[in-house]
């Protein structure tokens, strides 16, 4: 190990505390090795967990419940929020002052304010997932795509509203990606993000 690394890796320590003092919000639950870019925020009405090793990038919004699988990575300036979070139907309210999906007396805990994002998926740069979906294993959504059904295991989306434009691998693919990482271990144990 070179000594130069030393002050390098505290750094990074450093910076990411101070990330996530600022980016995690209310009843948001990160695991081990979570990297979280410079202005992101991470909050959910109920439950939102993220799972070890993975990526979200700068200015990313995730204000859902649901969960994000293993070694995901969530590329800049990605919004992953809910459809539904704003009553824009009340009748005899402002919109900045109708019912939201953080009020006590809403059901937060409905399907269609989560989202589901499994393991080792891609979510490009600027994407948009809204809540009620789930993002299968293995998926990539393209760049600036807006997802608002649900993503096959392994497929690739693009376009608005996302539709399967490919997959990431053929099915022997699957299976050999599949039982090499079952082999292999799930991460780096020097560094705790």
């Known amino acids: 190990m070179k000594l130069q690394s030393i002050p390098m890796r505290t750094a990074r320590t450093i910076s990411q505390t101070i990330v996530r003092f600022y980016s995690v919000r209310d009843n948001v639950h990160v695991g081990r090795r979570v990297h979280i870019g410079v202005g992101s925020t991470l909050w959910a009405p109920d439950r939102l967990s993220i799972d070890d090793d993975v990526y979200i990038g700068k200015r990313c919004t995730i204000e859902v419940n649901g969960s994000v699988g293993r070694g995901t990575l969530i590329a800049n300036d990605v919004g992953i929020v809910g459809r539904h979070d704003h009553d824009h139907r009340h009748v005899g309210s402002l919109m900045r002052h109708a019912p939201w999906i953080g009020d006590a007396d809403t059901r937060s805990d409905l399907p269609e ?3 589901t ?8 740069y600027g994407a948009i997932v809204l809540s009620g979906v789930s993002i299968g294993r293995g998926a990539v959504v393209s760049a600036g795509a807006v997802v608002a059904a649900a993503v096959p295991t392994y497929a690739v989306v693009a376009g608005c509203p996302a539709r399967v434009v490919g997959t990431r691998f053929d099915a022997a693919d699957i299976e050999r990606h599949e039982q090499m990482l079952r082999a292999k271990p799930s991460g780096p144990s020097s560094a705790e993000f």
């Open 113 to 115: 304010h989560s989202v």
């Open 117 to 124: 994002i499994g393991e080792d998926c891609w979510i490009g």
